[in-house]
């Protein structure tokens, strides 16, 4: 399979990883990924692609059985108000397909912020930039590589 710039990121900052493949299915988010790969879902992190009232992107990192509360984040973020992004406008701020967008290696710089509590976990599972395509790796290495805003901004799912 080709390099994505996720994984072009991923290596030219000497993040190590291992790579993990599952069959995509349409609306079927972590659950999917986290069934087929036997891992919790909670170790699944969604790359979620949101805006603010001024509709300036910014990206999400949340557990993927928990959502995000928008109205938390727009407080911890100082903002007025933070909803998603419409499909076509999460994939041109990106660069990535909705269901394959990654932190790493996007079009354009975006502020990111990450559930705190992602940083518990030993290793998380997170799109490599491409359906179907997640990269096993120890969370500190995000804190490391796009130093994110840490928020408590998690509802369960």
């Not at 990883?17 to 069959?23: A, G, K, Q, R, W």
């Not at 557990?63 to 995000?68: A, N, Q």
């Not at 998380?124 to 290495?141: M, S, T, Y």
Request: aromatic share 6%.
């Amino acid at each position: 399979m080709a390099d994505t710039p996720g994984i072009v990121f991923l290596r030219k900052h000497g993040v190590s990883y291992t790579e993990h493949f599952y069959e995509y299915v349409e609306h079927g988010g972590t659950a999917v990924s986290s069934e087929t790969l036997g891992v919790p879902e909670h170790e699944v992190v969604k790359t979620l692609v949101m805006e603010d009232e001024h509709r300036k992107p910014l990206v999400v990192l949340m557990h993927g059985d928990r959502k995000v509360s928008t109205k938390e984040l727009a407080r911890q973020a100082g903002r007025k108000r933070i909803a998603p992004c419409r499909p076509e406008d999460a994939q041109r701020h990106s660069g990535y397909q909705v269901g394959g967008c990654s932190p790493f290696g996007l079009r354009k710089p975006l502020p990111v912020y990450m559930e705190r509590s992602i940083l518990e976990l030993p290793r998380i599972l997170i799109n490599a930039g491409q359906r179907g395509r997640l990269v096993a790796i120890d969370p500190k290495e995000i804190v490391r590589v796009l130093s994110p805003t840490l928020v408590e901004v998690a509802l369960e799912a």
